[in-house]
């Protein structure tokens, strides 16, 4: 199946950005801690060559905590300033403007040797769809307006969310890219929910996700579904799964659409555990 998904308003924003970039001194780039490769779109490094990067594991609550480690070290060693994050916890958030001023410490002296005082810093949050831009921006402007008393403006047409003298948020819609690397993007991609699920066939995307709990977190799904017979294929394990939780139709037939969206759904509200679907050592 392929999960290409690039609808023309994606297109539309992706040039706004570009014209954006000029403006700002740093990108944020929030990525999925549980797919922090596969949600990290390539185009943003394009558009933000030269800028000063900082990247949020965000949704890290549902992430494998050693795998959490494990790529902040990876993306750290490729120069980003990396914080694992869960958005809609404003106590996580504490560390962004210290690495924020970590990442822009250049620019900072370079202003400071100028005369510049306390001139602030200028930074785009960008995200794929559902990855939690939203959530960030109103905890994050909630929490630092609080601590400055400044209520959070809309200035001059543009999302300028001003958070205090010292930084500055510009934030973009969601987006995705073009073309997917291989189809295992597009795969992880669907199973976060960032591509529209109208365009996904959630009876295959089920059984890849069962491929990949047995390869990599067995007990995980074995134990929520009290699965008995192991070792099966993963059509079986879903029929399994379909019969514990009563996804029949009438006459008793199995509903696979139901227990596929079951699946799905139990994964993407971390029912299944702390799950990581991209392995630094796969890259
Ligand atoms: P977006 O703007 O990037 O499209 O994403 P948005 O903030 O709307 O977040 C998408 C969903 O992800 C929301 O759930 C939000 O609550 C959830 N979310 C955001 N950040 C985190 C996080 O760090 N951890 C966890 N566990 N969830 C997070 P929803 O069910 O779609 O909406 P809601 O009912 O929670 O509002």
């Known amino acids: 199946m392929n999960y290409q998904w690039y609808p023309g308003h994606m297109t539309k924003a992706v040039r706004q950005m570009q014209e954006d970039v000029k403006l700002i001194d740093l990108i944020i780039e929030l990525v999925d801690a549980r797919v922090p490769y596969s949600s990290k779109n390539p185009d943003i490094d394009e558009i933000g060559k030269n800028k000063s990067r900082v990247i949020l594991l965000n949704k890290s609550d549902l992430a494998d905590s050693g795998e959490n480690q494990k790529w902040k070290n990876y993306y750290s060693s490729l120069g980003y300033k990396v914080l694992e994050i869960d958005a809609r916890n404003k106590a996580s958030l504490k560390g962004i403007i210290n690495i924020v001023k970590e990442a822009c410490k250049?620019?900072?002296?370079?202003?400071?040797?100028?005369?510049?005082?306390?001139?602030?810093?200028?930074?785009?949050?960008?995200?794929?769809?559902?990855?939690?831009?939203?959530?960030f921006i109103n905890s994050f402007a909630s929490k630092a307006c609080t601590k400055t008393g400044n209520k959070p403006g809309v200035t001059k047409g543009k999302q300028?969310?001003?958070?205090?003298?010292?930084?500055?948020?510009?934030?973009?819609?969601?987006?995705?890219?073009?073309?997917?690397?291989?189809?295992?993007?597009?795969?992880?991609?669907?199973?976060?929910?960032?591509?529209?699920?109208?365009?996904?066939d959630k009876n295959e995307l089920s059984l890849a996700m069962i491929d990949f709990l047995v390869s990599k977190y067995?007990?995980?799904?074995?134990?929520?579904?009290?699965?008995?017979?192991?070792?099966?294929?993963?059509?079986?394990?879903?029929?399994?799964?379909?019969?514990?939780?009563?996804?029949?139709?009438?006459?008793?037939?199995?509903?696979?659409?139901?227990?596929?969206?079951l699946l799905i759904d139990d994964f993407r509200t971390g029912k299944l555990g702390r799950i990581t679907l991209d392995s630094v050592q796969e890259i």
């Open 106 to 135: 250049e620019k900072i002296e370079r202003d400071k040797k100028r005369g510049i005082m306390n001139r602030p810093i200028r930074a785009m949050v960008v995200g794929i769809p559902n990855v939690g831009k939203s959530t």
């Open 160 to 200: 300028w969310i001003r958070l205090s003298k010292e930084l500055e948020l510009l934030d973009t819609p969601g987006i995705l890219w073009p073309k997917f690397e291989n189809n295992t993007v597009g795969e992880r991609l669907a199973l976060i929910g960032s591509i529209n699920d109208d365009i996904i």
């Open 218 to 261: 067995s007990n995980s799904l074995y134990d929520r579904y009290n699965i008995e017979y192991k070792g099966e294929k993963s059509i079986e394990i879903l029929e399994q799964i379909a019969a514990k939780r009563g996804c029949l139709i009438k006459g008793g037939e199995i509903d696979y659409l139901k227990a596929s969206t």
